[in-house]
């Protein structure tokens, strides 16, 4: 399959393989801390806090992380991440199993996970096209995404499973083990992996000159600062309510339990599965710039339908369709980074979008909860949906969007 081509590479063989792993256990620990939080507090405000002390050192430390990955080899880098992020949850897991874990723990060690975290992602984006030719990055990157998506399918529904026989903290066990696994895949990789070295006509260390650079690069791009403007909106409007809003949509507005928000959950990642081998098995992706705001447009759609006193079956396939609405967006947004962006500036580029991209989640992961508990979680999804699709649309009048191919 055209799909698989990259996996013909023993390298990014390795690579994807353990992150498939890893990244099933973060969805698992997903809906484990989501329902922990729900339990143990009953507050969006708390659900809001916990994401906020997870994104604020990632975005902190963003920009660092960037300009090391650029300074550093990828590998060694993502080895070490790996191993003090299973560390950390394996401390939320201990404490939850000696039945001490409290809410301040979770804010003190999601802090700690974000800063280590903010190393890895840019070390990843940046590994890949060094270990898979430009022929293979459609198929690298569909199967990175599919992977996670697969975890997002798998997850949940596992998780809910695990939580209801042996608790949240076998739940947050498994993940913690996960990293350790991810690493484990790492190794072999170690020997074979580029080492980084500046471009002749830049200085040996200066983090400034770096960091200016990058953002020189982005700005002189159009398509790249246009995009990353819209997405740290778009982030809030939907991120928000997929991450506050979902757990009490479906315990205080349905009535439901843990394994429908798992049902829900892993609704989302079957529309990124299905985009991610469609898309895949294309050599090329063309007309890049309609396909990825198309996409955006469908994603909030399908968030403002989530929001709407309709059937669960329908709500289930509104997430789908979110989910393959963002896949689009994303795949053509990681092969656009890849391809036009220059290697050895690539990290500190993609680390100027995460920053981008991320910068108002704390701030709309604070509204969001605050929304929730005055307006009502339905009432965040539709809101947040409609402001997505107006994004979508207003982008789509420049040219240099439209223009992408």
Known sequence: MALLRALRHRTFALLWSGQTVSRFGDHLYQIALAWWVLQKTGSAAAMSAVLIFTFAPMLVFLLIGGLAVDRLPHVPVMLISDLLRGAV???VALLAYADRLEIGHIYALSLLFGLVDAFFNPAYTAAVPELTPVEALPSANSLTSLSAQLGRIAGPAIGA?????????????INGLSFFVSAAFLIPILRVSPRIRPAANEPTLNLFHDLRDGFKTVLASPWLWITIAVSALVNVTLSGPYSVALPF???????????????LYAAFPIGYAVASVWLGRLPRLRRRGLMAYVGGLVAGLGMLIIGLPLPLPLILLAAAFNGAGLEAFS????????????SEKLGRVSSIDSLGSFALLPIGYGLTGWAVEQFGAAAVCVLGGAITIGLSLLSLLHPKIRGLD
């Open 249 to 263: 949509l479906v315990k205080q507005n349905w009535q439901a339990d843990v394994n429908t928000l798992g049902l």
């Open 89 to 91: 949850t394996l401390v």
């Open 161 to 173: 499973v695990i939580i209801g026989a042996g608790g949240t903290s076998t739940a947050f066990l």
């Open 331 to 342: 795949l053509v947004w990681t092969n656009t980074l890849q391809e036009l962006v220059p």
